[in-house]
């Protein structure tokens, strides 16, 4: 791997406790479970997961926020794991976080121009308040917003500028990465867009390095270079942009797709369907094996309950935990007919041709 930031099978666990008068520990909560990825300098790494699958507490974990179980947080050559509090403190100046909620994220009590200054102050940046003043203005102008906001507080704001005012919050302190979790999901569509227009605009006049975590797939398309997904801890494909959308690998990857709606009629009504069966595994209590074959529509009797596939790079860039992925590519490897009943058709010439090989 190289990159800006790295992570080096990073596992966050959360201790599992019961007892009144006296606590004992009876388990883990396996929140993120040995996750590896790499994000260059001035790309956008692009996280998506549905909810629960540990995408929000690797973010967290990148800062610190959460403390490590586990593994190596590579930020710039250093190992962010390994730093006391201090060193840590000072090294978040280049790291920062645009939170999902805007207003909860914001001091309902200070203004504009206290959120922006606050960092910069903690940090030794923008010298006298002066100073200070002709860079938060400048911050405010590069996001969106009048100057006139400085002296308003977060609840005269409407969800669109909070947001932009976390992401002039991050700016304050001239990061060289920012973790977005979330920061679009609750904004209205087409405030959606403006300010995912407004990170791509600031990550080409200042070099930024993004790792955004979101659930949702035009979200991420729309502004990732790269893309990884994530189920119950772990990391399950990881692709360029173009290539997981075109050609998703990994089934649980394919579910995921297949759930996108599609904006033309005609092929919304024709397009496959992968309509997952089952409930999600607690990560209190993970499966053996794949983490996904208990839903899995191409489960095989075979290694997917007793062997955890590793991140195996099929493609240029593209990398695959599943361990029939090439199969199932080409067809060879059908549906189970138990928990896919609905994907079973006529079989493929791929398939004619594996079993006349067979």
């Known amino acids: 791997m190289s990159g800006l930031l790295e992570l080096d099978d990073v596992k966050v666990h959360f201790p599992v406790r019961r007892g009144l008068l006296f606590e004992r520990t009876v388990g883990h909560v396996h929140a993120v479970d040995g996750v590896s990825l790499s994000v260059p300098a001035g790309r956008t790494y692009g996280l998506v997961g549905e909810s629960g699958c540990g995408k929000t507490t690797l973010g967290r974990a990148v800062l610190r926020l959460t403390d490590l179980t586990s593994g190596r947080v590579l930020f710039d050559g250093t190992d962010l794991a390994a730093l006391p509090a201090e060193e840590m403190r000072r090294a978040r100046r280049r790291l920062q976080m645009v939170f999902q909620d805007p207003l909860g994220s914001l001091n309902p009590r200070q203004n504009i121009e206290a959120i922006l200054t606050e960092?910069?102050?903690?940090?030794?940046?923008?010298?006298?308040?002066?100073?200070?003043?002709?860079?938060?203005?400048?911050?405010?102008?590069?996001?969106?917003?009048?100057?006139?906001a400085l002296g308003r507080y977060p609840?005269?704001?409407?969800?669109?500028?909070?947001?932009?005012?976390?992401?002039?919050?991050?700016?304050?302190?001239?990061?060289?990465?920012?973790?977005?979790?979330?920061?679009?999901?609750?904004l209205d569509v087409s405030i959606q867009a403006q300010v995912l227009n407004l990170l791509e605009e600031l990550q080409d006049s200042l070099g930024l390095t993004y790792l955004v975590i979101?659930?949702?797939?035009?979200?991420?398309?729309?502004?990732s270079d790269v893309i990884g997904v994530m189920y119950l801890g772990a990391l399950v494909e990881e692709a360029p942009s173009d290539a997981l959308y075109a050609s998703p690998r990994h089934p649980y990857t394919r579910a995921l797709m297949s759930a996108v709606p599609v904006p033309d009629p005609a092929v919304e009504d024709t397009r496959e369907r992968i309509l997952l069966r089952g409930d999600l595994p607690s990560p209190a209590a993970p499966p053996p094996g794949c983490r996904f074959h208990t839903r899995c529509p191409w489960r095989q009797p075979e290694r997917c309950?007793?062997?955890?596939?590793?991140?195996?790079?099929?493609?240029?860039?593209?990398?695959?935990?599943?361990?029939?992925?090439?199969?199932?590519?080409d067809g060879s490897i059908r549906p189970t007919a138990d928990l896919a009943p609905h994907l079973l058709g006529p079989p493929t010439a791929g398939q004619e041709a594996a079993r006349a090989a067979g």
């Not at 005269?156 to 977005?180: H, K, M, N, T």
């Not at 949702?216 to 502004?223: F, G, K, N, Q, T």
């Not at 955890?308 to 590519?329: M, N, Q, S």
């Open 155 to 186: 609840h005269e704001f409407s969800g669109g500028q909070r947001q932009r005012i976390g992401i002039a919050r991050a700016l304050a302190v001239e990061p060289d990465l920012i973790i977005c979790d979330e920061p679009v999901s609750a």
């Open 119 to 148: 960092g910069m102050a903690a940090h030794g940046l923008g010298g006298d308040r002066a100073a200070r003043g002709a860079r938060v203005a400048e911050i405010l102008e590069r996001v969106g917003l009048p100057a006139s």
């Open 214 to 223: 979101a659930h949702d797939l035009a979200v991420v398309r729309h502004i």
């Open 305 to 329: 309950a007793t062997e955890r596939p590793e991140l195996t790079e099929l493609a240029d860039g593209h990398r695959v935990a599943c361990h029939y992925a090439a199969g199932i590519a």
